[in-house]
């Protein structure tokens, strides 16, 4: 009786089922749940990979056969491999229909975070996949397991097994040894007191067990047409520079050449020792640069290996290329009209510029000493919180730098006191008879308020005025920046005086937040 020929791929998904499976009868930690996200995760682009090959297997021995002298006689082939694709694809959309379902209870996917939202949903997936009476799911799940099976397997070739899919406990080798396990079902084995994400973890790996038998099926079909040769059909042009970025005046160097790719099968790309996806043939390489050890011109030199292992018609090859390339230093410049000096709690805007990174410039802030408000396109409002702020420029994920400034009190107002509309002086002084309104004005210093308008304006929260006649007090009053003195007109007597007194004066920030100043200013108005 043939086995099955494993890839390592393929033994490290078998691995990574036995140890779900172990897992499964322990309390799961939140840290544990995390990992069999991860293992779904890493299962599902496995099964999408997988996928993508089978399809390229069958096209493959379709494309080959219709080359062939008769290609009637291969009718046959093509009718299995066809059979055997439709099988897997059965397969898989039911299970897939279950893992929406799953993911259902589990309260569906957190769009911010792209998990299900509830991982540790135990009663939901029971009734599910098990149900009171036993009538769950996964039993009818277990049907299409078990068919599955005895179908590919006719469509296999002779002497070829292929191992059970729905498993009991007693027919699986490490719940068969567990005394709390031994006695389940299928069914029971893989969903009782099983967290939602657990349970997509398992239905996962299922799917990677039917690919992969497709995937046995459909190479011993493509052995019988000679499909498993590399056929390069698709052929493009390409270009290999010397370096990336260059400098002006310098030549540029570069080759030219056809490359090809092919449809009837998909090579293993590795970028330093790790996969890459492949599309149409090709890696497709995207990776974070990092810096450091930049040269008088600004630039790291860098590079990166790439490999490409593929079957050729006398066995596994291994294609590698160590490929060059510079990382450009980012700078920036900080533009704001308050240099070199912001001021203490107000709102300090700033522009970083960076005309170098150009469309990829999109940086974030963070401050200490203080908080920085991130606006568009490199703009951020400066809040300082003490003597010294330092304003971090961060872009994609990467430190840039860090711009330390001064920080220096908001300047006193200047306040004024003005009578029925005009400025009051202390040497001319003002009709006994006719004032009828005293007001304080607090005004901003000119310079504050032309960098700083949102935090720049002041007013009086309190005055204070009384009638004096020589050393007595005829009256007085106060009031919110301004008072009426009608009634103090009416006894005054040229000879008096009005004694002002500032009392309060605040100050509203950008934030629309009230602060007290600490004010103390005193007048006296003779009264003619």
Sequence with gaps: MAGLKETPRQK??????????????LQVSDALLQKFALLNNSLETANQSASDKNKGTLKGIEDKISELPNPAAYADVKSKANQAHQLAQAAVSEIEDLKAKIVEAGGGIDPETGQIKNPKEEEKVFQLMIGASKNGAAYKLANTLNDYVAKITALSDKGTTFPQLALSASEDPIAAKDANQKNKDFAELNFAQTPAVAALATLSQKQAEVRRYESEVLGQLAAKVGAK?????KVFAQVSANANTVVAGMDYEAEVFIAATSSGFSPRMSLNGSSLPVKDGRGVIKFKTSGGEYDKNGLAR???????????PTGPKTESIVKEYFVLKPTYNIETATLPALYLGCANKLSVVSPGLGSLWNPSFSADGGEAIAGDRGKVTLVPSAATVTLNVTNGGILLGKESFKVRRVPRPDVKVYGNGSELDEKRGASATGLRTIEARALADESFKSTNPDDAQFRVSEIYVALARGTRKVGDMTGQGSVNVTSLAQQAQPGDRYYIKIIGVQRRNFKGSIENIPYNSEKNIPLN
């Excluded at 040769?229 to 059909?233: G, L, Y």
């Design 302 to 312: 860098k590079s990166y290996t790439a490999s490409v292992s593929y079957m050729s």
């Design 12 to 25: 490290m998904i078998g691995m990574m089922y036995l140890v779900l499976t172990a897992m499964l009868a």
């Design 229 to 233: 040769e590399v056929k390069f059909d």
